[in-house]
């Protein structure tokens, strides 16, 4: 039996990412209809990744109090320039079991 796996993309506006009225584009990629990731891109460089009741932010900058309710289970910064680190933002996404991955923390 032959196994055909069928990646599906979809792109939608999402909601607002900061003050100044920027949209956010969510980009799921549903693999074999069961699996899914969803990618929001945040501001400047920053990425959200969402799988399997999994959450890694990458560079997350200039995020909204909303994100409090998402909080990360990894976050990934990729060095200290302050347009891919704001330690407010660290501490807002982050609880007890979250890891962070970093060469300056």
Request: charge should be neutral; proline fraction near 4%.
């Amino acid at each position: 039996m032959k196994l055909t796996r069928r990646v599906s993309i979809f792109i939608s506006i999402g909601g607002i990412v900061t003050v100044t009225a920027v949209a956010t584009p969510i980009i799921t990629i549903s693999i074999l209809n069961y699996n899914s990731v969803n990618l929001t891109l945040l501001d400047n460089a920053g990425v959200m990744i969402e799988t399997k009741g999994m959450r890694l932010y990458i560079d997350p900058i200039n995020l909204p109090e909303s994100y409090g309710n998402k909080p990360a289970d990894a976050i990934l910064i990729t060095h200290s320039h302050s347009d891919h680190y704001q330690s407010s933002i660290i501490n807002m996404l982050q609880k007890n079991e979250t890891l962070i991955f970093s060469q300056m923390l």
